[in-house]
């Protein structure tokens, strides 16, 4: 079945991460997984239309379907202020998130039609990490210092730190840390220690602070609703990989450390906050952040903040700062309803993987990173499964 291929690529394509880049749009850039994603909805809207399968929207969708449109909206403002590249480039990103969330509707679908099983979901999604992990663990070898890239590639220079295809240890290690909550907690199957213990070995590699707080918050509200023995595992292997790995302690020590990166973050956040006090109602744009930045004075003159210009360290800021008190609150009741469903129904799946990622997404806007996003959007769409 088409549908089947276009995910499956789709995910392997999550795999090559920044080597499936196709083409630069403005400031930003064009991966392969964009093009699947948008072939995989746009395919699968039309498949259940000939097919005269009905297309349902769940209610988790509808807040979603809603920002989009807040989104368009705040998009007034910058018509009048930035070039057309400038608001063509801003509205790319509007158009990335709405391809993603259809393409999600369109998994749901094949979901409540049985063309799908949400194992195999989780299947593609553990194979993918696992390539992930294993590239990783060969980027350590080969190329364990990102300082010596050219700068003009706009890449933070981590050091002995697991970034593989991603080039980002934060947001590999969001991507690591879902297929791993999947694999130990909800997956059954005989690889499972093998694949747990790659995966975990690569997350502790990354060392991301935000991927190992994920990480234990999706052990803690497993072991305190389901199984207590988890708990006890978890605060072992914690044990065990500070006192083995020396870094792991200077990368906690750290935290307390004036020039260590956790202050940016503040920064980022004050920024955002900032900009985000001076467009109250429908915030500068989604996502303009890039171009207010500079207007602010937060990016240094004659230049665009590289990758990380386009978004702020925390998600549900860059939302309040980009589409304003009206999308902040439409988004936020969109993204709690499946941990709402979860706790209702007693279905912890959507608890443990919502909340863990929503936390790390505070230190890093991984809640609009391709990959990162297509998994939650399906997950919330999941929520509409739930009996």
């Known amino acids: 079945m088409v549908l089947k291929f276009l995910l499956v690529s789709l995910f392997c394509t999550f795999s090559l991460g920044q080597f499936s ?5 403005g400031e930003g ?15 699968g809207l039309v498949y259940f239309l000939v097919c005269k399968k009905a297309f349902k929207i ?12 807040v989104g368009l909206v705040s998009m007034f403002r910058p018509l009048v202020l930035y070039s057309e590249l400038q608001v063509a480039t801003s509205l790319f990103y509007l158009v990335r998130f709405t391809t993603y969330l259809l393409s999600a509707l369109v998994v749901y679908n094949l979901v409540i039609h049985r063309l799908l099983n949400r194992e195999a979901f989780c299947s593609l999604l553990i194979y993918s990490a696992l390539v992930v992990a294993i590239v990783g663990f060969v980027q350590l070898v080969l190329l364990p210092d990102l300082g010596i890239l050219d700068t ?34 909800v997956k059954q199957g005989k690889h499972r220690f093998v694949y747990g ?23 803690l509200i497993y072991g305190v609703v389901k199984d207590k023995k988890v708990l006890f595992v978890a605060l072992l292997l914690a044990f065990l990989a500070y006192f083995a790995v ?12 004036p020039t260590d990166s956790a202050r940016f973050r503040l920064i980022s956040w004050n920024n ?12 500068t744009g989604f996502n303009t952040f890039r171009y207010i930045q500079k207007d602010y004075g937060f990016i240094a003159p004659g230049t665009l903040g590289g990758h990380e210009g386009a978004g702020s360290d925390s998600s549900l800021l860059f939302v309040l700062a980009t589409t304003g008190i009206v999308g902040f609150t439409i988004f936020v009741a969109g993204i709690s309803y499946p941990i709402v469903v979860g706790l209702r129904k007693h ?24 990959p990162l996003m297509f998994i939650w959007l399906c997950v919330v769409m999941f929520a509409g499964t739930v009996s």
């Open 29 to 43: 850039k064009l991966y392969l997984y964009d093009l699947l994603a948008t072939f995989l909805g746009l395919s």
């Open 246 to 257: 020396p870094r792991v302690q200077t990368r906690l020590a750290g935290i307390t450390d």
């Open 272 to 283: 955002t906050l900032t900009i985000a006090k001076d467009h109250l109602l429908l915030g």
């Open 152 to 185: 003009a590639l706009g890449w933070d220079p981590h050091k002995n730190r697991l970034v593989s295809t991603f080039f980002d240890p934060n947001f590999a290690g969001g991507y690591l840390v879902l297929a791993f909550s999947y694999l130990c907690f």
């Open 58 to 69: 769940p209610k988790p969708a509808v807040p979603f379907l809603v920002f989009v449109l």
């Open 347 to 370: 279905n912890y799946t959507l608890v443990f993987v919502v909340v863990p990622l929503l936390a790390h997404s505070q230190f890093v806007n991984s809640l609009f990173y391709p």
């Open 21 to 25: 880049a196709v083409i630069r749009v």
């Open 197 to 219: 213990t790659i995966l975990f070995a690569a997350i502790v590699m990354t060392f991301s602070r935000s991927t190992w707080g994920m990480l234990a918050l999706a052990s």
